[in-house]
């Protein structure tokens, strides 16, 4: 991102020879020519850049300036692309920079396009001088143009920033060019020409298309009579919010109101209403299901006495993954009440369930979201679920991590989340916890484990290839794949992620269900699909499509009171949903039958539908593509070229091929050495090993589960669990992995032996070391492997030894002492304490947001030296009472592992402790101090008081 100055430097830029270095080409055509003449301009202009190279050139500005009423500008990205594919086929492509000057780059997604699409630099210019208007005009006030303008850059740079990292691409160098995106709606011979590479599975429009709707903007631009419109004020857009005059959307007043008034008074005649208004709406290509017709005449129809019940078909229904602190305490369990009355399911979303809620079997959420594996994952948050949720993508923000602002840490939020009230949270990309299918199956088989009750969900979102990831993903032994579309965005996502992320949930649901008939696996496991459902239309598709269960969220949400304001982010939602404010939460109206009513209403319009089509229950029509009619949808001007067959066609398959869900996952709990481990720990106590099957009924977790702290918390005495030799298990010659009460934390289940791998401390106590006979020097020895200690919530952990990659990444209570760590240790943690009595890999801290670590001879280039630089991060020498903490720390660790480290180190005293660095991030240390001085003043430290003070230190 440049600005002007910065556009004209380039411009000057001259050769050694003398000469200018660069050349600015303008990408204007005669609008009045169509798409003729922007074909011919677009090769002109390849034309004039490969004479501009042979000239000498060593960068090429693309422009759109010097418009007038008889030339129109050609779109940015597409005279970007078609230059930067012609340079490659004329194999030139590496001898210039592409530096692209356009007007109509105004969001994030239009720079990281035309990075992507090979530009070297972007020039946002009537966005710079926009800003600079509003400025000048009074209309921006508390910044000068120049710094509204570097804001802007800012903005925007952070954006494409923030769209790499959720790729898993570090530089831009990478990305640049890279064209990793998906078309949707564009014909495969515009792509062949102008976008060479480009996946675009549907086809669509072409040069034609984006002549004439170039030419209707121009034309809006330089009206026919100039003096009787030049008063005019510009079109209001209404891309993200309704608007009058703007963009159609399908939650609009009329829809909302009548989606409401008809739950709130039981009306089912004004929700038929709602349901005709939102499909109507979509049949006018607002949505790619919009496009579908049902065949009714292929059936006769079935009187609707003998089609499934409303009682039946509300059991495949839930609600999305909304977190509480997204959403207000009041939103959140209005939802889990009425789905649970329903016998359906709601979804904690992954902000963790506070106990109170756990243990009412009205209130409780029956689908546990792990996420991240943080943010109040326990063990006893994950016995209580029916389904355990793997987000391996984000619904309407794939690839991208949650995130919650420091304004929405209220402390009520922050204890169930284990995280620190006011330091906003973040829940990192997927790619940064599955990299493999193998990963993805040792978490399935862990989650299994930990409740073998519990069907395991895995989330997918909707995208070019997902049915390959869906095959593996019933291969590593999923019960259930929920595909997820694009667009959404309950309790604030990015405005960039709702419009530019992921592919509608058609096209992903089709290729899902379609990859796994072929491969013989559709039987294994249930599908899901969430994205914007809305009407009994909306499911029925989707049961066409090869859905067996279907997510609701915004329209619930909806149902609750919700009027689409889109400030979620800014926790000021007016009517109570979105916002953890006390005051506005006072004005939630919703009830939980309201969302009971929405969801009746939606089964009886589905069996209305099924009736119509001549099937007795929803069972009969999944995967029933043949149902689905296009003809006249593609009668329209913009859906001409659409080819979707992939949707509606695909392979052949004989009516014996199962189409849904028949037989369960073979997760083989009976056979593993789980049972035996629970058995050996449940004889000391005098308790019977439980009995039954190890997948059944009250999984013995949960049974022996309570919250109460064990009757003698000293760490001094043994824990009921004897030394288990992991030498088989860990393949470490001589560890011995030991568990014993853990003291000031509650206890792990009773009755369960942690064990030590990945998943690792949910309470309790760990203690590694090497056994007597082993012979070696721990501290110069890798003694434990990656990952250890991922989402810990409590508990302690001495490890004697050096441990490998990632050390208690995530970690949000436990504390750990440990002899040396491999690379990215401690990354995200929010909670908890670490002492490092060794050297550490590199990229130290890197996400972290709280807890506290203290470090041995600490290298300072060995911690995220972004974090460092930008303050998030802050060393400091120890203190008084941080001697204490260290010194209690040594000792246990020598008196549970006989440390030759630790005993040096108490031995020197106070010289050692000169030797260690506390490591502590900004915000959570200015929480600390804001806490300490508040109890110095006698104040409650989660007063509202301290609430307003700990903002304003964090930058809420």
């Known amino acids: 991102m440049i600005d002007n100055d910065q556009l004209a430097k380039i411009v000057h830029m001259t050769a050694p020879n003398g000469d200018r270095a660069t050349r600015t080409l303008r990408g204007l055509y005669r609008v009045d020519e169509g798409s003729e003449g922007l074909r011919a301009r677009i090769e002109e202009l390849c034309g004039e850049v490969d004479e501009a190279i042979a000239e000498g050139a060593s960068f090429i500005v693309l ?34 920079g592409l530096v692209v000057e356009a007007g109509d780059v105004r969001e994030v997604h239009h720079v990281a396009l035309l990075v992507g699409y090979g530009a070297s630099a972007v020039n946002p210019y009537l966005a710079m001088e926009t800003c600079e208007d509003l400025v000048r005009s009074g209309v921006l006030t508390g910044v000068t143009p120049e710094s509204a303008v570097r804001n802007v850059i800012s903005a925007l740079g952070k954006g494409v920033l923030k769209i790499m990292s959720k790729m898993g691409i570090s530089t831009i ?63 209001t857009g ?88 997204s959403i207000s305490k009041e939103a959140h369990e209005t939802l889990a009440i009425a789905m649970n009355r329903l016998g359906a399911k709601s979804n904690t979303g992954e902000g963790g369930e506070d106990l109170d809620r756990l243990l009412d079997p009205e209130r409780r959420s029956a689908i546990k979201q792990v996420a991240s594996g943080r943010f109040g994952v326990t063990s006893m948050y994950l016995t209580h679920a029916d389904d355990i949720q793997i987000k391996l993508a984000q619904g309407a923000k794939p690839g991208e991590g949650g995130q919650l602002p420091p304004t929405k840490v209220y402390p009520w939020v922050a204890r169930t989340r284990h995280a620190t009230a006011g330091v906003g949270l973040i829940s990192p990309p997927p790619h940064h916890d599955i990299y493999s299918i193998e990963d993805l199956k040792q978490l399935i088989f862990d989650l299994k484990r930990a409740n073998p009750g519990a069907r395991i969900h895995v989330k997918l979102v909707s995208q070019s290839g997902i049915g390959a990831v869906a095959a593996g993903t019933a291969k590593a032994l999923a019960d259930v794949i929920l595909v997820s579309g694009h667009d959404g965005g309950t309790g604030a996502s990015p405005l960039n992620s709702l419009k530019h992320a992921g592919t509608p949930w058609e096209l992903g649901l089709a290729e899902t269900q379609q990859t796994l008939m072929l491969n013989g696996m559709r039987d294994r496991v ?11 239309r909306d499911v029925v598709i989707g049961a066409l499509l090869g859905a067996e269960e279907f997510g609701f969220a915004t329209a619930p949400l909806v149902v609750e009171g919700c009027v689409m304001m889109r400030v979620c982010h800014l926790d000021t939602c007016p009517v109570g949903v979105a916002t953890q404010n006390p005051e506005l939460r006072k004005r939630f109206t919703g009830k939980p039958e309201f969302v009971v009513n929405f969801f009746e209403f939606i089964a009886q319009e589905v069996r209305e539908y099924l009736a119509e089509l001549g099937y007795r229950t929803l069972d009969e029509i999944i995967g029933r593509r043949e149902l689905l009619d296009v003809d006249r949808a593609l009668q329209h001007w913009k859906a001409s070229g659409l080819d979707l067959t992939p949707v509606l066609v695909g392979p052949d398959f004989s009516e ?90 509650p206890p792990a289940p009773r009755g369960r032996l942690q064990r030590l791998r990945r998943q690792g401390a949910l309470g309790g106590q760990i203690i590694v070391r090497p056994s007597r006979e082993a012979g070696f020097a721990a501290e110069r020895n890798v003694i434990a492997g990656n990952v250890i200690g991922y989402g810990a919530t409590q508990g302690s952990m001495f490890i004697r030894g050096i441990v490998g990659e990632r050390f208690l990444v995530r970690n949000s209570g436990a504390t750990a002492v440990v002899e040396g760590v491999g690379d ?133």
């Open 656 to 745: 014996s091929e199962a189409r849904r869900n028949s037989r369960a996952q073979d997760h083989e709990l009976e056979s593993h050495f789980d049972n035996e481990l629970i058995r050996r720990a449940s004889g000391p106590r005098g308790r019977r090993p439980g009995r039954g099957r190890a997948a059944g009924e009250e999984h013995r977790a949960r049974r022996r589960h309570d919250a109460r702290p064990p009757r003698d918390p000293s760490p001094r005495r043994p824990g009921t669990a004897r030394g288990v030799d992991r030498r088989d298990a860990d393949r470490q010659r001589g560890a011995v992995v030991r568990c014993v009460p853990a003291e000031r934390h």
């Open 173 to 235: 160098a990478s990305y640049a060019g890279a064209q990793a995106f998906e078309a949707v709606g564009l014909a495969q011979g515009f792509i062949d020409e102008y976008f060479t590479g480009t996946t675009s599975k549907l086809g669509g429009v072409g040069l034609e298309v984006i002549a004439d709707e170039n030419r209707s903007r121009h034309e809006v631009a330089y009206p026919a009579d100039a003096a009787v419109r030049a008063h005019e004020r510009l079109q």
């Open 824 to 956: 990215h240790a401690l990354e995200y943690m929010t909670g908890g304490l670490a002492l490092i009595l060794g050297a550490t890999g590199r990229n130290l801290g890197a996400g972290m947001s709280g807890g506290t670590a203290y470090v041995l001879d600490l290298a300072e280039a060995k911690v995220n030296r972004e974090a460092l630089a930008s303050g998030e991060i802050e060393l400091h020498e120890l203190g008084s009472a941080d001697h204490e903490i260290v010194r209690d720390l040594l000792e246990q660790h020598v008196e549970h592992t006989d440390s030759a480290v630790a005993a040096a180190l108490l031995v020197d005293g106070d010289a050692a402790f000169a030797r260690f660095t506390k490591v502590l991030p900004r915000d959570y240390a200015a929480v600390l101090r804001t806490r300490q001085s508040a109890v110095d003043e006698g104040l409650d430290p989660d007063g509202d008081v301290v609430w307003s003070r700990i903002l304003e230190v964090t930058g809420g």
């Open 238 to 325: 209404g891309e993200y919010q309704w608007r009058r005059d703007g963009s159609p959307h399908l939650f609009n007043p009329e829809t909302v109101f009548r989606l409401q008034h008809s739950t709130r008074n039981r009306r089912y005649d004004v929700f038929r209403e709602y349901t005709s208004l939102v499909d109507s709406q979509a049949e006018e290509l607002a949505t790619l299901r919009g496009m579908f017709a049902l065949r009714t005449g292929m059936r006769r129809p079935v009187p609707i006495e003998e089609v499934e019940s409303v009682e039946s078909i509300v059991k495949r229904f839930s609600t999305g993954a909304m977190s509480y602190g």
């Open 63 to 96: 422009s759109d300036r010097d418009t007038t009423k008889d030339l129109a500008p050609i779109p940015s990205l597409l005279m970007l692309s078609a230059v930067h594919h012609h340079l490659i086929r004329s194999e030139t492509r590496m001898k210039v």
């Open 526 to 536: 249930v599908v899901q699909v969430d994205g914007q459902l809305k009407t009994g």
